[in-house]
């Protein structure tokens, strides 16, 4: 299994990116996918998830309001649609997915290689 993620980069203070994350291999089922981000010298913090079945999110506090999460079940990919950024938000985002690889498999953690969002002041 692999999670492909993308379209992170420089961005000026008030604008917008798009992160997108592809989940890749075999898998079973996925129960939920999510952005977790790491500044310098800070330890990972959830962003935002979003359950596959149902489709309810959660959200950091710090994002809630200009941060969007979505996903398409048939592509297996989450999106995160970042507003008004703050230089504050600068940090690696990392996606995760919670999934079975087969129906009697444990669910397990999968992340991403992580893409780097830069918002300057």
């Known amino acids: 299994v692999q999670l492909q993620a993308s379209g992170g980069g420089l961005v000026q203070a008030g604008g917008s990116l798009r992160l997108s994350c592809a989940a890749s291999g075999s898998i079973f089922s996925i129960n939920h996918m999510g952005w977790y981000r790491q500044a310098p010298g800070k330890q990972r913090e959830l962003v935002a998830v979003i359950v596959t ?11 809630k309001g200009r941060f969007t999460i979505s996903r398409d079940n048939a592509k297996n990919t989450v999106y ?3 507003n008004s950024l703050k230089p504050e938000d600068t940090a690696v985002y990392y996606c995760n997915a919670k999934l079975r690889v087969t129906l ?18």
């Open 53 to 63: 079945s149902g489709g309810s999110t959660n959200y950091a506090d710090s994002v």
């Open 104 to 121: 009697i498999s444990y669910e397990t953690d999968y992340w991403g290689q992580g893409t780097l969002v830069t918002v300057s002041s």
């Open 80 to 82: 995160l649609q970042m």
